[in-house]
């Protein structure tokens, strides 16, 4: 065991040192990390490298905690699984992966799942869906939304630069920390603000609703008693735990109930 320690430690050395690309010293270090740990039972995330993009940039969807006996994956732009909006699959017995009807030549699949966008636009803003299978046939998804930076880009006028966001504070945590999910640009008279776990706004994830009108804050049937909701929209984790890892949505609604949404991706890793 300890002879091939070392030769993962020097095979990666060598790639450090010879002019390695950037993504690939990612993938490289994630790997590592990864066999360095004991198998859990824990679902895939999926973890922006960079955290954030701008137009014409490169990022990854870095994906941890593959499933065990991994036979096939599969990326898609959007929520919903359908081949038509499928940009590529990875198959283990091949080694290979290949395009869907989605792909746009921009992207590439690696052996550990993760996905690379290049020379991004506003247009691929939005939400991507892995979903992995088994070869005892067990399926799992995993959402990620990705917003592109435009602020510099002079091609996206259908975009507001003062669009409703959210900045998770840290943006990596530790089990058994804080993580602020901090609200930018509330829309102007807005009624009421409401976060949910994952991105569905039904009830049975919702977390917390705060009333303006009555300045209230009601929790909902996703409250875990660690989450404390704030006036300016803002919500803060604590205690967290890697299943609190993943997707929240927030939902707000003004007087004349328009609805404007936001979504964030929050990483937790163990201790």
Known sequence: MASTVRTDMEVSSELFSNGCTFWQRVLLTASLFICGRPTTLVPPTIELVPASVAVGGSILL???????????????????????????RYRTAKNSWEPGPAHSGRETVYSNGSLLLQNVTWKDTGFYTLRTLTRYQKMELAHIYLQVDTSSSLCCDTLDSAQLGIDPVPRHAAEGGSVLLQVHNLPEDVQTIS????????????????????????????????????????????????????????????????????????NIHSK
């Open 62 to 88: 870095l994906v941890h905690n593959i499933p065990k006996y991994l036979q096939s994956l599969f990326w898609y732009k959007g929520l919903i699984v359908f081949n038509k909006v499928e940009i590529a």
């Open 195 to 266: 976060w949910y776990k994952g991105v569905l706004s039904t009830k049975d994830f919702k977390i917390a609703e705060y009333s303006i009108l009555t300045k209230s804050i009601i929790s909902g049937r996703a409250h875990s008693r660690r989450e404390t909701g704030y006036t300016n929209g803002s919500l803060l984790l604590q205690d967290v735990t890697e299943k609190d890892s993943g997707l929240y949505t927030l939902v707000t609604i003004d007087s004349n109930v328009r609805v404007v949404t936001a979504h964030v991706q929050v």
